[in-house]
Structure formats: C-alpha cells, structure tokens
C-alpha cells in the first residue's frame, strides 16, 4: 500500500491537486484506507484534514473498503417511475446484501445513486464503469452471473 | 414549429470513431473559417448570432466570451461543462457518444476567440466510459493539425451533482471539495486558478461550429425573438418513446411530448430536471423558450397515476443529499424542506407546516449562495399553486403545532 501510494505522489509531483492523487490511489488500491490518506497528506504537505475533506466529498470516493465489484442502482424520479425498487430488491436478494453493504468475499458493493444520464433506458444501474438499461428481474439476474 | 437538427446534425450520421467520416460531412468548415478571422470579429459573430447557454441559465454566449477576451492576462481557459447531473437530463451523454469531433472543433474556435492555450472538458465520473471515445477525438483532430494553437485535456470527476455548477467545477478542477465560490468575481474575470476563464454546456459549444459555418443571419432565422436556434431536449417518465429530441426554439411543450414521446394522460410536466418548473397538463400549450421553460432541457413527464406530493419529496431527497454544505440557507433549508414533505406524505404533518414550506422556499430562493439551493423550491412553489389541494388535503388536523 504504502508503495502505491508513493508511486502515484511521485507521478504527479508538482501537482497539488488533492482529487487527482485520490482519484489514482482508489483506482490502485480500490479505496482510500485511512494510511493512504496520511500519506497523501505529507505527500503533498497539506494537512489529513484538507485530505479528507476531498475524500469524503465526491460519491465516487470511498474510504470505507469496497467491493471488487461496485454497483449502483439509480434511484431518481425517471428510474423511480420505472420500477428501480424492483431492481434493488432483486439485487440485494441475488447477492445477500443490503444497499451500503459488501458481500463477504468482496466480490459486490452495493449502492444507490442518483441520475446516471441513462434516463432513456430507465431503469438503470452501472457495475463499475459500465451501464445498463431497460432493466427487468430476470435482466438484473443474468447480468450479476458475469461477474459472479 | 418543427423539429430541426443543427446540434445533432452528425448524431447517428458520422462515425465517432473516424475523422474522416466526420470531415467529409463538412467537419472543422467553423474552425477554418474562424482561424481565417481575428479573434475579436470571431467574438463578434457570436455576439450577433444571439447564442445562449444551453447549461441552464441562458447566459448570451458572445458576451460571456467578450468579458474573458478584455479580461488581464496572457493565461486564459476554456472550459467545456459535461458534468450533465441535472436528473432526467442526458443530451451531453447523446452528444459525446455520436458527435465528439464538432465538440472538439467547439473547444479550439472558442480557445482561438478568447486566447486560451489550455482547455478542459470536464467528463462526470458516470461518463466514464465515453472517455475513450472523447481522447481518441482529441488525439485525431491533434494529428490532423487544428489542434495546434490549443491543449484540450479531459479531467474527469468524481461524483457529485453540484460540480456542474460552473465555480464548484472550477474548485474540482483545481483538486478540492466541490464547493461554489461567492460571486463576483466571476469566472470570465477570475476563474480558474484565478485566470480569465469561460464555463460552456456541451450543447452551447456544439452551436458554435454551426454558426460560424453558417453565419449569424442563418442562426438569428431559427427560433423565436429572444430564443435564437434549437434546444436538444431529452424526455423521460411516462412516454412510450423516450429519448432525445431537437426542436426549434419557441415550439409547444404539446408537440415535444404528446406527439413526438406519445405520452398519455399526462397530469404535468417538470422541465428542467429536479430544480425545473412544473407546467400542469392545462398548460401543455407552453412554447419551450428562456422565457418559459427550459432549463437544461432535461423533461419528466407525469402521468395521471402519479402523486404528486411523492414526485415532489423525490426532488426534495435529491437536493438534501446534493447540497455542498457550504452555505446555511441551503444545508438547513433542504434537510427541512424534506422533513416536512415526509410529514405530509405521512400524515403527520400540521397546517402550520404548509405555511413553513412557503416561507422556506422563498428564503431558500433568495439567500442560497449558489443555483443549486436557490432552484430546490422550484418544485415546491409550483405544485403549491397548481395542485394546493392535494397539499390540503394531506395536512392532519388532529397534529398538534
Ligand atoms: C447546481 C447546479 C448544477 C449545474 N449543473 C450543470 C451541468 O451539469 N452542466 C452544465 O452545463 N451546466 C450546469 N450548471 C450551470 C453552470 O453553472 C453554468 O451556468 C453553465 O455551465 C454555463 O454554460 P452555458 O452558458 O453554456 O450554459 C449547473 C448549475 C447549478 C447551479
Ligand atoms: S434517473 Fe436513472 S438514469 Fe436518469
């Protein structure tokens, strides 16, 4: 961890940008564990606190452990229109967690969202960076077997 | 009025994968033809072809451009905002999947115009598989030599509805907390990293190609006296065809979702997203113009199963958890505002709370540092007026105040 997290400081030095550093080390360590946040910090010399601030304000940002896989369900007015309570119903039963929860073997993390600009195929979720749409049960079941 | 394509001219029509595709469909003609100008006489064109932002505010494109070319200093940035957060709105999204070349076009007209070297398309993290798409553009227009006077760098971020609002934008990009900055000054004067810098919708930028193509005389000849061109509309809800449409400026709300989306038995429309303006079905005439509605032309349509104090709580929900914090009225203001629409839908709320709501909206309204707070009430004081009864009639007498 602590290697990460020096290599992405030492790629963006004389870059004092806080959120692209985070952005790095999340995608390398696929959350900001709190060591990694004291790093970045002395890294580049602003204090934890500036550090969590940026952390714990962007969605995309955890520093709670996630999943290997992170799926967001969008709940906003279209997709709610559509039904996306039976989307999340069918994926907490599928995989055994609730929304904010991971599944034991690390495998899913599970979360709601807001619009996702898929509206048009509401409802909708992404699994990592992917999107998908025109969701039903049966849909979502087939979906998780890739990944499972 | 008709639908019309000049900002999806190439959607569906080029291959977003391929410069030539697009080049042969008259691609970088605007660029050519501005680089053949001074920046000003392109600053001027602008002016005259009444262009206005299609983010949201409607701001005159020419002179957001004008204050940032007169504003100090060598360093100047183009921003182009993809942040498209605004629920039920994904037109940006349509855009950067089948069209990125005119965008990119776009970014080194207005970069030329007000002497920007740098600029920066702004790509919410939920875009980011269109990313590739978008550099590969980048990387095409680069190698054919138009990209020389410009550095066009995607920065992508990180999840958060309030960073499409242009200053918290600004912050994100320099690496902080999403927050928005108190203006003045604004961006045109003190932006970025305190330069000269202009903020632009997706769709306001995709204008630009066109009219200095065309010619502001074409562009004034579409659209309405105050509402120059065309708005990409994006319909969602209950329609049979969702989906993104084109319409010239100044056509009925009517047209768009009844006869193009087929929508039945609609009880209203939000237009705008969550912070947009309820038209109720008796209005359904409504032209879609700056004056009217519009917004970022995001369109929820509502039909008569639905309640309306419950579509109104999920706005609510959607701004209590959006809020950056910074300001009271709006941190305060939206954990309040859904408190008491949860009483009402659960029938325990008291007369007084109907009072509460309206004085809250309008404090929200008027004191909220950035739009985010100041457009939370939309919702609200809307369906107050058209739909009072239904407020009425979910007050409890029997709550004690
Ligand atoms: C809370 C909030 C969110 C916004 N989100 C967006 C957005 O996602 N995309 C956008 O272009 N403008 C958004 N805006 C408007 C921008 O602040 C800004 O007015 C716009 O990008 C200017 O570009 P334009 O003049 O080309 O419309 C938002 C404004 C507010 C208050
Ligand atoms: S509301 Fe779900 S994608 Fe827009």
Known sequence: MEKVVEEVLNRHNNNTSILSVLKDVQEKCRYLPEEAISQVAEGLGVSINEVYEVATFYSFLSTGLLGENVIRICKSTPCFLKSCDVIVETVEKELGIGIGQTTEDNKFSLQLTNCIGACDKAPAMMINDKIYGNLTSEKVIEILKEYK | MPEKRVVLKNCGVIDPKDIESFISNGGFAGLKKAMDMTPSEVIQEIKDSNLRGRGGAGFPTGLKWDFASKAKGDEKYVICNADEGEVGTFKDRVILEEDPFSLIEAVAIASYAIGAKEAFIYLRAEYHYLLENLQNAIDQTKDKGFLDHVNIIIYEGAGAYVCGEETALI???????????????????????????????????????????????????????SSKGTKVLSVSGDVNKPGVYEMVMGSSLKELVEDLAGAENVKMVQVGGASGRIVPFENIDTPLTFETVLGAGGVLVFNNTRDVIEMVKKNAEFFEEESCGKCFPCREGTKRMLEILERLTEGTASRIDLEFLEDLSETMALTSLCGLGQAAPNSVVDTMEFYREEYESRVNDKVKV
């Open chain 2, 171 to 225: 912050e994100s990009i320099e690496g902080k907390r999403g927050d928005s900055r108190p203006r003045p000054p604004f961006p045109p004067s003190e932006g970025l990293w305190g330069k000269p810098t202009i903020v632009n919708n997706v769709e306001t930028l995709m204008n630009i190609p066109r009219i200095m193509a065309e010619g502001k005389e074409w562009f004034n000849s579409i659209g309405t006296e």
